[in-house]
Nanobody
Framework: QVQLVESGGGSVQTGGSLRLSCAAS??????MAWFRQAPGKEREAVVS????????WYASSVQGRFTISQDNAKNTLFLQMNSLKPEDSGMYYC????????????????????WGQGTQVTVSS
């Protein structure tokens, strides 16, 4: 099982930007995603990517503001977050799973085998 380590979280004001990173210990899984969870709310998928082709899915709430990218040479996944809003606040988790192309992108948390420890994002108004 690969280990995932997120970084890049922090506190910004509304309209600011952050870039999250997710470093995998061994290799890049075929299907990776970013989830987030705000206090008192369920974990939700933000974006998912089939790393072999770059096919992506974005939550409608972040479409046009967030961009996922990858550096396969470094086994690292990135999430560029622009025009941040207070409702984007929460703990952001990186997830990875070995899925076939027909099953990825995927917004179901249960299909992912590996999870990072999370990085906190706080957006103040």
């Amino acid at each position: 099982q690969v280990q995932l380590v997120e970084s890049g979280g922090g506190s910004v004001q509304t309209g600011g930007s952050l870039r999250l990173s997710c470093a995998a210990s061994k290799y890049t899984y075929s299907c990776m995603a970013w989830f987030r969870q705000a206090p008192g709310k369920e974990r939700e998928a933000v974006v998912s990517i089939y790393t072999r082709t770059g096919s992506t899915w974005y939550a409608s709430s972040v479409q046009g503001r967030f961009t996922i990218s990858q550096d396969n040479a470094k086994n690292t996944l990135f999430l560029q977050m622009n025009s941040l809003k207070p409702e984007d606040s929460g703990m952001y988790y990186c997830a990875a799973g070995a899925l076939n192309p027909g099953y990825c992108p995927n917004i179901i948390s249960g299909v992912y085998d590996s999870w990072g420890q999370g990085t906190q994002v706080t957006v103040s108004s």
